[in-house]
């Protein structure tokens, strides 16, 4: 997985739980589904599927391959809509090249995140660039929605480009873990997405044998999904593997460990980490719409079939990462 790193660890500031601290038990582990997105790129989704109280604030999340495309096969999804929520796409591994009405966009790969803010209403696109179908390659990412308060799901859309030299990395007391902190504060650290809900999203990497232990704010609920490798989390070391998720209880410290050995396919054991305070209203979601009540989502239908959500502009530019906060 080549998101940003350090030849230096231990030169990075570190994190770790303070003496006395509630550990968080594991409530539950969720296998991911494996569905098809899009034009039919595969993905592996832990959630929906849970109910929504014990995800609040999040919505889904995605991961996107790891897939080894060959010559002509890349797949994206064309233009479509969203409204009420904001959604993150974190690549891993290839490209992505976003498209949208307000005329934001750009390419992403390695490391690099854009942060959606759909809002009132947007169309975008996120297609491979022509380069990836022509020649094939390795594509893996992930793609989170976040779900928006009432107050904010008609604030005017906004587009971040978050270039991955410029997250926030702190390791574990070790050096043995790597946390790359995307979004929110993590112990005073924070990353430099622009939430307009209160989350916390970041990337470890831990190496074999290593251990991880962190504050986690008592406000926020607590998810951690594999990406890959295996580990254990939790105080009791309950196993988790690449496409599983770990849902926590309450507590304002959480514990995950790199289990010593891995497998030719991932030498480290990767997890995001995400968190976020619950907004606790009333959901209700159709396809691309994720709002407070069946009457919006009809108007959401009928003001995107209007064309009132806009459209793609047919001039777009084309180069890499612009932070347009």
Known sequence: MP???????????AVQAAPGAQFRRVQRIVNSIQTYEGEGFPVRR????????????????????????????????????HRGFETVTYMIDGEFVHRDSTGGGGVIADGDTQWMTAGAGIVHSEMPPEKLVR?????????LWVNLPAAQKWSPPRYQDIAAKSVTLVRSRD????V???A???AGHAGPGVTQTPITYAHVTLMPGSRLELPWRPDFNALVYALGGFGTVGTEAVPLESGQLAVFGPGDALRIDGSPRQDSRSAAFDVLLLGGRPIGEPVVQYGPFVMNTREEILQAIADYQAGRMGSIPATHFGAGPQDTR
Request: charged share 20%; glycine share 18%; aromatic share 6%.
């Open 3 to 13: 998101a940003v790193t350090t030849d230096r660890p231990l030169t990075l500031p």
């Open 46 to 81: 832990p959630f929906p599927g849970l109910e929504r109280g014990v995800a609040d604030p999040f919505i889904l999340l995605d991961q996107m391959g790891e897939v080894l495309y060959g010559v002509g096969e890349a797949k994206g999804a064309p233009d479509h809509p």
């Open 135 to 143: 020649t094939g390659g390795l594509f893996h990412g992930v793609q």
């Open 175 to 178: 050096g043995g873990a790597l």
């Open 180 to 182: 790359r902190v995307i």
């Open 184 to 186: 929110g504060d993590l």
